[in-house]
């Protein structure tokens, strides 16, 4: 098993930056792939962005891109998610998420967290 727990969540105005991090425990050896994920109030979870365990490979979804910068410490056991120009639509609750592979649309991920709330004022 593999426990994940997010933080970093909070307020920023739109334009700002938020810099979310996930802590992972336990199994980190089924870690291969570490993202992030976010679902905003009654719409579905959407993938946001993912990285393999050599912090090269890595994939965005477009709403995101070049914004967005994911990055892990293996380390630390740790995955980050630096957030720049955010926007009102940015607005979700984040989980983290661990797998053992890694897809472009974050498929195939086994261990989740709770959720780290971000809300973007205009």
């Known amino acids: 098993q593999v426990q994940l727990v997010e933080s970093g969540g909070g307020l920023a105005q739109a334009g700002g930056s938020l810099r979310l991090s996930c802590a992972a425990s336990?199994?980190?050896?089924?870690?291969?792939?570490m993202g992030w994920f976010r679902q905003a109030p009654e719409k579905a979870r959407e993938f946001v962005a993912i990285v393999d365990r050599s912090g090269i490979t890595t994939y965005y979804a477009d709403s995101v891109k070049g914004r967005f910068t994911i990055t892990r410490d293996n380390a630390k056991n740790m995955v980050f998610l630096q957030m720049n120009s955010l926007k009102p639509e940015d607005t979700s609750v984040y989980y983290c998420a661990a797998g053992p592979l890694i897809a472009s649309n974050g498929n195939g991920m086994n261990y989740w967290g709770k959720g780290t709330l971000v809300t973007v004022s205009s």
């Open positions: 336990g199994r980190t050896s089924s870690t291969n792939s």
